[in-house]
Each structure stands twice: as C-alpha cells, then as structure tokens.
C-alpha cells in the first residue's frame, strides 16, 4: 500500500558528511510525521529526529547541532543531512512515516528497509 525507500547510505570519514533520502509512495492520502531511526546490533532503535507535515522538527539529543531532518511534502520525501560524523553514528538508518492511504480514516505507521551509514578513517 506504501512503500518507503531509502538513498544515500555508504561509508564516511569522521567529520564527513551524508544525506539520507527516503521516498514514500503508494495509494497515500495524507503523510503525518516523518522520522529518522536508527539501530546497531543488539540495541534498540533509537530516534534520531522527527518532522511533522508542518515543518517542525526534533532531534535525539546525541545528534543535535550535527544532523538536520527536512521534508518534501510534494515529493512525499524526508531528508536527513548529517554533518561533523562521528564513529558512534554507525548505525542502520530506518525511515518512518505515519500515513494515511485512500479509504482509511486514520494513519498507520510504515518503515523503510534500512540503510546501512559507516563512519570509520
């Protein structure tokens, strides 16, 4: 019904620079909030930031001042530009959105398939 896809994942420097992209497409009425995740082995996901469909943002504390979430609502697109990179920020990166498809009167909640971000010299 929705599909989430997920670019711009790879390998980066400390320091570096990344910028994620997820897509959301299918039978969509209404996106709500959009959302970065991200999980490493054996810990739980953890939110990295959010943005509603009015542009207002949050961020998890460990990323703030270095990452910036934004939003396309015409593209049905949340970015996430992550600068000054650091080893802790390896992680698999999951896009997440609350949509709301024709014929539902409510949104459910929809997830990307990852993408796998490395930050290693």
């Known amino acids: 019904q929705v599909q989430l896809v997920e670019s711009g994942g790879g390998l980066a420097q400390p320091g570096g620079s990344l910028r994620l992209s997820c897509a959301a497409s299918g039978m969509i009425f209404m996106i709500f909030d959009m959302a970065w995740y991200r999980q490493t082995p054996g810990k739980q996901r953890e939110l990295v930031a959010t943005?509603?469909?009015?542009?207002?943002?949050n961020y998890g504390d460990s990323v703030k001042g270095r990452f910036t979430i934004s939003r396309d609502n015409a593209k049905n697109t949340v970015y996430l530009q992550m600068n000054s990179l650091k080893p802790e920020d390896t992680a698999v990166y999951y896009c997440?959105?609350?949509?709301?498809?024709?014929?539902?009167?409510?949104?459910?909640?929809?997830w990307g398939q990852g993408t796998q971000v490395t930050v290693s010299s």
């Open positions: 943005v509603t469909n009015g542009g207002i943002t």
């Open positions: 997440h959105a609350d949509v709301q498809i024709l014929g539902n009167v409510r949104g459910d909640d929809y």
